[in-house]
């Protein structure tokens, strides 16, 4: 088999109220249906000071987050909380923090080809009501900017993913050890990769 080129690995965190409404075993099958590889998991509640660490990992995800707040407000034709990214970002980073660290959550590595960019495809877009039908956030949860704003909490949107390959390395590097983060090939990784002339 030629090396593994595009293999990626990805962090994929079930937040809170994805572990209280009992849809862990139905997430994770969502990532093992479509061929991925869970190379490490571990089950926590983690700390206010874990959760903001983990969100402002990178930098621009503050700048970045509080404009796309503030977009998703305005294509609705409403008016966002303030116009300045910062101001609204900080307040979802306040809220945010006040969810993730609520209760236990399952923090997982996934790997396979694209691994990164698939794992967004199945979990969908931020947003639940506007999220696709078929993805996670799409076919499991209801929740709306509007209706997180008039409730003042974050999102409820059930899975944190990596949003691109330097996201991926970087949270991957926080919330495991190299140790706990394991090597081993799959069966089915030889019909999905490497098998050829029906072998
Ligand atoms: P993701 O990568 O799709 O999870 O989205 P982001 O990285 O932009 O934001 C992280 C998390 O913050 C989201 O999953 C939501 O739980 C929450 N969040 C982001 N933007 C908003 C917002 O505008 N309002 C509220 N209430 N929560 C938000
Ligand atoms: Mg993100």
Known sequence: MKPRQY????????KPDGV?????????????????????????????AH???H???????????????????????????????????????????KYMSSG???????EGAHAVEIVRKLVGSTEPLTSDTGTIR???????????DHNERAIYNLVHASGSLKEANEEIKFWFKDSEVIDYDLILEKV?????GGK
């Open 7 to 14: 293999h990626e690995r990805t962090l994929i965190v079930i």
């Open 51 to 53: 959760i903001e660490k």
């Open 104 to 110: 236990p959550v399952i923090a997982m590595v996934w």
């Open 192 to 196: 999905i990769y490497g098998m050829t």
């Open 55 to 97: 969100y402002t990992l990178d930098p621009e995800w503050l700048m970045k987050t509080g404009t796309k707040a503030i977009k998703g407000y305005t294509d609705k034709g409403l008016k966002p909380p303030s116009t300045d990214p910062m101001k609204v970002v900080a307040l979802v980073l306040k809220n945010l923090i």
């Open 20 to 48: 209280q409404r009992s849809l862990v075993g139905d997430i994770i099958h969502r990532f093992e249906r479509i061929g991925l590889k869970m190379v490490a998991s571990k089950m926590l509640v983690a700390t206010p």
């Open 138 to 148: 799409g076919d499991y949860m209801l929740d709306s900017y509007r209706l997180s």
